[in-house]
T-cell receptor, first 113, second 116 residues
């Protein structure tokens, strides 16, 4: 029973062509995160939502945007993908109560042609 | 600033043996949480085990246990009776108590390979 679902699993786009990655959750968690993970590296937090409050990391490029229309869904928009944006993108959720772990989706592997 | 260090880029272990993956951390906050995640080659991040800074006992979860030594600021993961399916990248992470976001700082990971 997948609880954090990312679509698609693999995404190919062209250099400069906007792309949207999606994440949905059935856990009703307040907090949702987007990470970028390049090969053989640790995940790097791009931004997170605490309910509707958007929190951008200081070093996240302007090329990356996010939308959270409701509790269940969160989108990552890359406005003009460059070759350096090829990576695995991970979505995670967390309940705000207590010391709960972040629950991750299976990720979307993005390739840029 | 918080920091997580994993000094073992790669580890090998024979099937059915135990293995310890090292993790040290640095923080000035008295309240923190430490997590271990497993990432197979398919990419998903799987939560394994959690240790809170005020927990009196070491966390255990099935074949996973956490050797928490607070004074030494270490939180090593012990996997007992290794299985071929344990081959994966393992990340240690620390929770940053920044408001409600509770962001995670990840270490660089340890690639574990279980051999026959």
């Amino acid at each position: 029973d997948a609880m954090v679902i990312q679509n698609p699993r693999y995404q190919v786009t062209q250099f400069g062509k906007p792309v949207t990655l999606s994440c949905s959750q059935t856990l009703n968690h307040n907090v949702m995160y987007w990470y970028q993970q390049k090969s053989s590296q640790a995940p790097k937090l791009l931004f997170h939502y605490y309910d509707k409050d958007f929190n951008n990391e200081a070093d996240t490029p302007d090329n990356f945007q996010s939308r959270r229309p409701n509790t269940s869904f969160c989108f990552l928009d890359i406005r003009s993908p460059g070759l350096g944006d090829a990576a695995m993108y991970l979505c995670a959720t967390r309940d705000r109560v207590g010391n709960q772990p972040q629950h991750f989706g299976d990720g979307t592997r993005l390739s840029i042609l | 600033a918080q920091k997580i260090t994993q000094t073992q880029p790669g580890m090998f272990v024979q099937e059915k043996e135990a293995v310890t993956l090292d993790c040290t951390y640095d923080t000035s906050d008295p309240s923190y949480g430490l997590f271990w995640y497993k990432q197979p080659s398919s990419g998903e991040m799987i939560f394994l085990i959690y240790q809170g800074s005020y927990d009196q006992q070491n966390a255990t979860e099935g074949r996973y246990s956490l050797n928490f030594q607070k004074a030494r600021k270490s939180a090593n993961l012990v996997i007992s009776a290794s299985q071929l399916g344990d081959s994966a990248m393992y990340f240690c992470a620390m929770r940053e108590p920044t408001g409600g976001g509770n962001k995670l700082t990840f270490g660089t990971g340890t690639q574990l390979k279980v051999e026959l």
